[in-house]
């Protein structure tokens, strides 16, 4: 049987230990508040974490973005090229999945909603519309411009007027994030098109639409809601995810776009239709403007977004925080626990000698 003394020490260094560890635990999961200097609601750690090496070049009617993160351990490319009125995305893993898309901007297009559906259905377009892809953007000249954000990213913006169509394609690509409104986070997996049509005059009771065609191999799937949307970077978007490689590695890019544009100043619902078009690995979108029908030149603005759901950022963003500890409060745990053995041993001494007497 264990004498009175012994098991006061034991039970002493338990408690000790016990005080030990628990505080060891507070200390080590004690992080500081994360900083957000650029106030656009993403903390500057993950901005620097995920922050991408963007090269843009251009050259006549024709311009290419690469974009490249290198974050130990995680690594990922996504390429944007345009030409003509034709764009093509693309995206690679670090593992070897990828995906890609062509997207052409066909035709501007009128349409009467017959059965009052704010979309465009089978037999509702009507005229010749307009044509875009190369007759409109064929001799279209590419500026470029870059600005530096904020936080001290760099911003690239890519113009191109069509000197046919009225008619302006403006093209942001960012290596950090930047918020662009309330609602509205441009990320650096993304490029942001702002397309506008500027008096454009439709025929009496008409509308306006957007045709546009994509080309893949890959796998194509309709959602109401786009990655942005779904990640809380936007609200009120649908979009086209096109996936490649297998289940446990896929590689994504999306086609985006918000379910409203500005009309002469005004908000308009926007949505989709899509059309078989006969061919292999082709799809035919047409994004529906229900306007007034006046027949009026309409200035409308609307903004879809090429990007990738990029596995590299995934795994920055999901990954456990590296732990911080806090010096002052480690050796003030560990004074106290000294001191709690140390008492322990004097009252168990005193206890002996009267024992003793």
Same mark, same amino acid.
């Given at each position: 049987?264990?004498?009175?003394?012994?098991?006061?020490?034991?039970?002493?260094?338990?408690?000790?230990?016990?005080?030990?560890?628990?505080?060891?635990?507070?200390?080590?999961?004690?992080?500081?508040?994360?900083?957000?200097?650029?106030?656009?609601?993403?903390?500057?750690?993950?901005?620097?974490?995920?922050?991408?090496?963007?090269?843009?070049?251009?050259?006549?009617?024709?311009?290419?973005?690469?974009?490249?993160?290198?974050?130990?351990?995680?690594?990922?490319?996504?390429?944007?090229?345009?030409?003509?009125?034709?764009?093509?995305?693309?995206?690679?893993?670090?593992?070897?999945?990828?995906?890609?898309?062509?997207?052409?901007?066909?035709?501007?297009?009128?349409?009467?909603?017959?059965?009052?559906?704010?979309?465009?259905?089978?037999?509702?377009?009507?005229?010749?519309?307009?044509?875009?892809?190369?007759?409109?953007?064929?001799?279209?000249?590419?500026?470029?411009?870059?600005?530096?954000?904020?936080?001290?990213?760099?911003?690239?913006?890519?113009?191109?007027?069509?000197?046919?169509?009225?008619?302006?394609?403006?093209?942001?690509?960012?290596?950090?994030?930047?918020?662009?409104?309330?609602?509205? $986070?441009?990320? @650096?997996? !993304?490029?942001?098109? +702002? *397309?506008?049509?500027?008096?454009?005059? =439709?025929?009496?009771?008409?509308? #306006?639409?957007?045709?546009?065609?994509?080309?893949?191999?890959?796998?194509?799937?309709?959602?109401?809601?786009?990655?942005?949307?779904?990640?809380?970077?936007?609200?009120?978007?649908?979009?086209?995810?096109?996936?490649?490689?297998?289940?446990?590695?896929?590689?994504?890019?999306?086609?985006?776009?918000?379910?409203?544009?500005?009309?002469?100043?005004?908000?308009?619902?926007?949505?989709?239709?899509?059309?078989?078009?006969?061919?292999?690995?082709?799809?035919?979108?047409?994004?529906?403007?229900?306007?007034?029908?006046?027949?009026?030149?309409?200035?409308?603005?609307?903004?879809?977004?090429?990007?990738?759901?990029?596995?590299?950022?995934?795994?920055? $963003?999901?990954? @456990?925080? !590296?732990?911080?500890? +806090? *010096?002052?409060?480690?050796?003030?745990? =560990?004074?106290?626990?000294?001191? #709690?053995?140390?008492?322990?041993?004097?009252?168990?001494?005193?206890?002996?000698?009267?024992?003793?007497?």
């Amino acid at each position: 049987m264990l004498r009175s003394r012994q098991v006061v020490l034991a039970a002493a260094a338990a408690g000790a230990a016990a005080l030990l560890i628990g505080s060891t635990l507070a200390v080590l999961t004690l992080r500081p508040a994360e900083s957000d200097t650029d106030k656009d609601g993403i903390p500057d750690s993950v901005e620097a974490a995920t922050q991408r090496n963007v090269v843009a070049a251009s050259a006549g009617n024709e311009f290419s973005i690469v974009s490249r993160l290198a974050s130990a351990p995680f690594s990922d490319q996504f390429q944007v090229s345009y030409r003509a009125g034709t764009f093509f995305v693309s995206y690679e893993r670090a593992r070897g999945s990828d995906s890609s898309y062509q997207l052409e901007l066909r035709n501007l297009v009128e349409w009467e909603d017959r059965n009052r559906n704010n979309r465009i259905d089978l037999g509702e377009t009507v005229g010749l519309g307009t044509t875009l892809g190369t007759t409109a953007f064929a001799n279209a000249p590419v500026t470029k411009t870059r600005v530096e954000s904020a936080d001290g990213g760099l911003v690239t913006e890519l113009t191109i007027r069509s000197p046919t169509v009225n008619m302006t394609l403006n093209v942001t690509v960012a290596e950090r994030f930047i918020r662009l409104s309330s609602t509205r $986070v441009l990320t @650096p997996m !993304e490029v942001k098109l +702002d *397309l506008t049509v500027d008096r454009v005059t =439709l025929s009496p009771g008409a509308s #306006l639409g957007l045709d546009v065609r994509i080309n893949t191999t890959k796998r194509l799937e309709y959602g109401n809601r786009s990655w942005d949307d779904v990640n809380e970077f936007a609200e009120g978007e649908a979009g086209i995810n096109v996936t490649g490689g297998p289940d446990t590695s896929p590689a994504t890019v999306f086609f985006s776009w918000s379910k409203s544009a500005i009309a002469d100043g005004i908000e308009i619902p926007v949505s989709y239709s899509n059309f078989s078009t006969g061919a292999p690995n082709t799809y035919e979108v047409y994004l529906a403007y229900p306007l007034s029908g006046s027949g009026s030149p309409v200035r409308l603005v609307h903004d879809p977004v090429l990007g990738v759901d990029s596995a590299a950022y995934k795994g920055i $963003v999901t990954r @456990p925080p !590296e732990l911080q500890g +806090d *010096l002052v409060l480690y050796a003030g745990s =560990l004074f106290a626990a000294v001191f #709690l053995v140390a008492l322990t041993l004097i009252v168990a001494d005193r206890r002996r000698k009267k024992r003793e007497e």
